[in-house]
């Protein structure tokens, strides 16, 4: 009985001293350690005092373990909070960027942009809240762009009306012909001239 229970007690020492990287780790370790424990209970006794020393050996290697693995979920606790308060952070500057009315939009879309890209390094958060998090940022993302792409197409119908008014005026002027009396040819040409000026930009090309 005491040579199984050493068995099972350089076993449980090999776990305790590993450093594991992930929650999956651990959690198989865990169930690893709970089979040791139930298989402990299952032999017989041991001579009494050795009996004694191997259970306190086991009880020691077990709260190494669980010492090691309350640390390891508390630093990643740590660095979850830690990316979601980065992450909240950046959703609330998309979010003001968003709700605001732009009449241009270069500066605001390398914001928009920049924070994607803060995004990226934000850090990890426990899945079902990343889903979350992540689903109220793109929401803030594409309420800019669909607005950025409404003041764009409405910017482009303005500018193609004023194609056409400019177009009707070049035709006003090439058909304009002289009365011959100076002050009123002027004044007409000025006109032709206040009403360009009067109409906004057209397409760039």
């Not at 002027?186 to 206040?194: G, I, K, P, V």
Request: a neutral charge.
């Amino acid at each position: 009985h005491l040579e199984a229970k050493k068995k099972l007690l350089e076993r449980a020492k090999a776990i305790a001293d590993e450093s594991f990287d992930n929650a999956k780790q651990w959690q198989t370790m865990t169930e690893t350690l709970n089979h040791i424990l139930e298989e402990w209970k299952k032999i017989g006794f041991g001579p009494r005092a050795e009996n004694e020393k191997v259970w306190e050996d086991l009880r020691a290697a077990m709260n190494a373990f669980y010492n090691k693995k309350r640390d390891f979920f508390a630093g990643m606790k740590k660095v979850q909070k830690e990316g979601r308060d980065k992450k909240t952070a950046i959703i609330e500057k998309a979010e003001k960027i968003a709700n605001t009315a732009h009449e241009t939009f270069e500066e605001a879309t390398k914001e928009i942009l920049n924070l994607q890209q803060e995004w990226k390094t934000a850090g990890h958060v426990e899945q079902w809240e990343e889903n979350k998090l992540w689903k109220r940022f793109r929401e803030a993302c594409d309420k800019f762009f669909v607005a950025k792409r409404e003041k764009f197409s409405e910017r482009d119908n303005e500018q193609q009306k004023n194609l056409e008014l400019k177009e009707e005026l070049v035709k006003k002027v090439e058909a304009f012909v002289p009365s011959g009396k100076t002050d009123e040819d002027l004044a007409t040409l000025r006109s032709f001239s206040d009403e360009w000026k009067a109409i906004s930009h057209v397409p760039f090309k």
